[in-house]
């Protein structure tokens, strides 16, 4: 069963902290994706990494940056937290030949006060 | 570049009843289109595919889109629905081949069915 987790459900951070939420996947997928999801607009990819070291920004990177260090792992970082990046954060990963096939971990609900 | 377009973005329907959310793409190239389902507190699942070959897609549990390339559209369908089905479904596109493209999902369709 592929697994991909999320090291927190829900997240509560103030205004100007540097926050890190983290993503890990079991199935050796080469891909990793970093989304955000809010009411009314969908899922915006924030970055993707297709392997270790590498990144690609996606369509909406401002204010985030990303870490792969290790295969199984991909971090999002928010170096300063502001309100209007309240939201839903979803990681997923794939298969470099069939990126489209994605898997989900479970979500972080993050909200900066 | 890829655009997709959910036309409704609620839709209630009582339980038993017929239901289609509606999904239409904006693309210059080949595209490959999917349904994704979102179940309350839990990410996104893969629902079902077309990559080529027949444009009748259907899923394990009984829904089914077709792909109209002549109206761009792929539209999500289920002949009667299940309380089990309440969900936020999303359409998606992506480029064709092997590779590493990305998916652009549309706003999504809340599906609330009603006992």
């Known amino acids: 069963d592929v697994k991909v987790t999320q090291s927190s459900r829900y997240l509560v951070k103030r205004t100007g902290e540097k926050v890190f939420l983290e993503c890990v996947q079991d199935?050796?997928?080469?891909?990793m994706f970093w989304y955000r999801q809010d009411p009314g607009l969908g899922l915006r990819l924030i970055y993707f990494s297709y392997d270790v070291k590498m990144k690609e920004k996606g369509d909406i990177p401002e204010g985030y940056s990303v870490s792969r260090e290790k295969k199984e792992r991909f971090s999002l970082i928010l170096e300063s937290a502001s309100t209007n990046q309240t939201s839903m954060y979803l990681c997923?990963?794939?298969?470099?030949?069939?990126?489209?096939?994605?898997?989900f971990g479970p979500g972080t609900r993050l909200t900066v006060t | 570049a890829q655009s997709v377009t959910q036309l409704d973005s609620q839709v209630p329907v009582f339980e038993e009843a017929p239901v289609e959310l509606r999904c239409n793409y904006s693309?210059?190239?080949?595209?490959?289109l999917f349904w994704y389902v979102q179940y309350p507190n839990q990410g996104l699942q893969l629902l079902l595919k077309?990559?080529?070959?027949?444009?009748l897609v259907e899923s394990i549990n009984g829904f089914e889109a077709e792909f109209n390339k002549s109206q761009t559209s792929f539209h999500l369908r289920k002949p009667s629905v299940h309380i089990s089905d309440t969900a936020e479904y999303f359409c998606a596109v992506s480029l064709t081949g092997a590779g590493s493209y990305q998916l652009t999902f549309g706003k999504g369709t809340k599906l609330s069915v009603i006992p």
């Open positions: 997923a990963s794939s298969f470099w030949d069939s990126s489209y096939e994605q898997y």
């Open positions: 199935m050796d997928h080469e891909n």
């Open positions: 693309s210059s190239v080949s595209v490959y």
């Open positions: 077309y990559l080529s070959g027949s444009t």
